[in-house]
């Protein structure tokens, strides 16, 4: 059973820093994305990464304060997130794609998905 595991999520406050991270064996060899989804809201993408690196356009949300990031030895992808604020606040996935990201970032591209972790920014 394939899966990604999610771990990272946590409470903090406004201005605040966490990093999230995604572990899971197709990390090494798809395009991983990040998405969240707040409370009575839509789900959006944060950015996503190619197999080797390299990120697609960050959400205009996320730019010069998230960063996304893959170790493949630890068959792990992170997004770093700072300049925490309460807008944030929302269940973070993680998911895997194809061999190739695309954009703009679309859900329905990505067939694996972990459980969500939360981060809450008060």
């Known amino acids: 059973h394939v899966q990604l595991v999610e771990s990272g999520g946590g409470s903090v406050q406004a201005g605040g820093s966490l990093r999230l991270s995604c572990a899971g064996s197709l990390v090494t060899t798809s395009c991983m994305g990040w998405f969240r989804q707040a409370p009575g809201k839509e789900r959006e993408g944060v950015v996503t990464?190619?197999?080797?690196?390299?990120?697609?356009p960050y959400a205009d949300f996320a730019k010069g304060r998230f960063t996304i990031s893959r170790d493949n030895a630890r068959n792990t992808v992170y997004l770093h997130t700072n300049s925490l604020k309460p807008e944030d606040t929302a269940i973070y996935y993680c998911?895997?794609?194809?061999?190739?990201?695309?954009?703009?970032?679309?859900?329905?591209?990505?067939?694996?998905w972990g459980q969500g972790t939360q981060v809450t920014v008060s």
């Open positions: 998911a895997a794609g194809g061999r190739y990201c695309s954009f703009p970032i679309l859900g329905h591209d990505f067939g694996t």
């Open positions: 990464i190619y197999p080797y690196g390299g990120a697609t």
